[in-house]
């Protein structure tokens, strides 16, 4: 488990702010599962969901700047719970998938050109004896304004993307893992980027991207 509870490049679970946001949200909890449901909360609700946080800047993927700009899309958040579980001395590991994704605004279908979204990052934490699957991405005020079912997580069971919306139209469906990982891997990730969204990389396409707002797209605005 050591390698699950270290800080790395990424997960920079020793950087003050971090360790200070771990003891704050994890205090007084009765045992690990306690810790990393609080932490799921917290960066859950507490960091703002944007998929216009994208950025091709190796550093926007540090736990702590995450925390610092309060925002993100999933891959940045589930850097930030994995960081902030280790940090309380929960081993943490990330893990990603490709997603068909039916929630999205028109803006964000513009961009993308497709609806398989690359690289969905999840948390994973070591809790009584087995790796449980955590997804922080979509905070609660974005969730209502989309009319989707927010994930709970109870440090038992998997918390994954529904399939389904309220209304019972579709929402997700994983169609690729990409497996764990002890640490974020910023050049495979960019590796499938290129591949799935080269228009990505066109000269100030991701810059452009990210002056969007996809939570006031989600509440007409």
């Given at each position: 488990?050591?390698?699950?509870?270290?800080?790395?490049?990424?997960?920079?679970?020793d950087?003050?702010a971090?360790a200070a946001?771990a003891r704050?949200t994890?205090?007084?909890?009765?045992?690990d599962a306690?810790?990393?449901?609080r932490l799921y909360y917290?960066v859950?609700?507490?960091v703002r969901y944007?998929?216009y946080a994208?950025?091709?800047d190796?550093a926007?993927?540090?736990?702590s700047?995450?925390?610092?700009q309060?925002?993100g899309y999933?891959v940045?958040?589930?850097?930030?719970?994995?960081?902030?579980a280790?940090?309380a001395?929960?081993?943490?590991?990330?893990?990603?998938?490709?997603?068909?994704n039916?929630l999205?605004?028109?803006?964000l279908?513009?961009?993308?050109?497709?609806?398989?979204?690359v690289f969905?990052?999840l948390?994973?934490?070591f809790?009584?004896?087995r790796w449980?699957k955590a997804?922080?991405a979509?905070?609660l005020s974005?969730?209502?304004?989309?009319?989707?079912?927010?994930l709970?997580?109870?440090?038992?069971?998997?918390s994954?993307?529904?399939p389904?919306?309220?209304?019972?139209?579709r929402?997700?469906?994983?169609?690729h893992?990409?497996?764990?990982f002890a640490?974020?891997p910023?050049?495979?990730?960019?590796?499938?980027?290129r591949?799935y969204?080269?228009?990505?990389?066109?000269?100030?396409?991701i810059?452009?991207a990210?002056?969007?707002d996809f939570?006031?797209e989600a509440?007409?605005?």
């Open positions: 488990m050591k390698e699950f509870l270290d800080g790395t490049q990424y997960l920079d679970k950087e003050p971090i946001f704050e994890a205090e007084g909890a009765r045992d306690e810790k990393a449901v917290a859950r609700d507490g944007n998929p994208l950025s091709a190796p926007t993927y540090r736990a700047f995450v925390l610092a309060k925002e999933c940045q958040k589930c850097i930030l719970l994995a960081a902030a280790r940090a001395g929960v081993p943490a590991r990330v893990r990603f998938a490709t997603v068909k039916h999205a605004t028109a803006h279908r513009e961009l993308m050109r497709t609806d398989l979204f969905h990052g948390t994973e934490f809790l009584g004896g449980v997804t922080p979509f905070n974005m969730c209502e304004k989309f009319g989707v079912l927010p709970e997580f109870d440090g038992t069971a998997d994954v993307f529904h389904f919306d309220r209304a019972g139209n929402h997700m469906e994983y169609v893992d990409y497996g764990p640490d974020f910023f050049e495979y990730m960019m590796e499938e980027y591949k969204y080269p228009h990505f990389f066109e000269a100030g396409a810059e452009a990210r002056r969007g939570e006031r509440g007409g605005g």
